[in-house]
């Protein structure tokens, strides 16, 4: 993978770009063995972060340019796991048109904002076995 967040914590976790859009961001991983937890599943802390990733990062590259004068961070983040996280799993975010209005007006005035992001995690099989809303804080420098 072509690391887009480079940070030696994502090179641990080795998440895959599946399909980057404007406003979308799939990601995937298939756990090696320091992944997995004692079930062999998916680990409960690999799946977070790669929520966290996809959450984070679909508003990363939705703000483009204007990044390199704003802070994306993430405040807080509720998680459900669904089902055993087993083989592939892919996660996606994404924001809808208001969000993204929303972020234009914000980073185009220099204003503090504060949203709701929505990521979900599913296996090959497209059957869901996790999903988070997160805050998000994007601030300018």
Do not use: C
């Not at 004692?38 to 939705?62: C, K, P, Q």
């Not at 975010?93 to 209005?101: H, I, K, N, P, V």
């Amino acid at each position: 993978m072509a690391n887009a967040f480079e940070m030696p914590w994502v090179d641990l976790i080795k998440p895959n770009m599946e399909e980057i859009k404007p406003a979308q961001l799939v990601l995937s991983q298939t756990p090696e063995d320091l992944h997995k937890n004692h079930n062999g599943d998916m680990h409960a802390a690999v799946i977070f972060s790669m929520l966290e990733m996809a959450g984070m990062g679909v508003i990363t590259l939705f703000l483009g340019d204007a990044i390199k004068d704003s802070l994306v961070v993430l405040k807080d983040m509720h998680i459900h796991y669904d089902a055993r996280a087993q083989g592939k799993i892919f996660f996606k975010a994404s924001l809808d048109e208001g969000l993204q209005e929303k972020l234009k007006r914000a980073i185009d005035k220099g204003d503090n904002i504060e949203e709701q992001v929505y990521a979900v995690a599913y296996d090959e099989n497209n059957r869901q076995v996790a999903h988070a809303s997160m805050s998000a804080v994007i601030k300018s420098k």
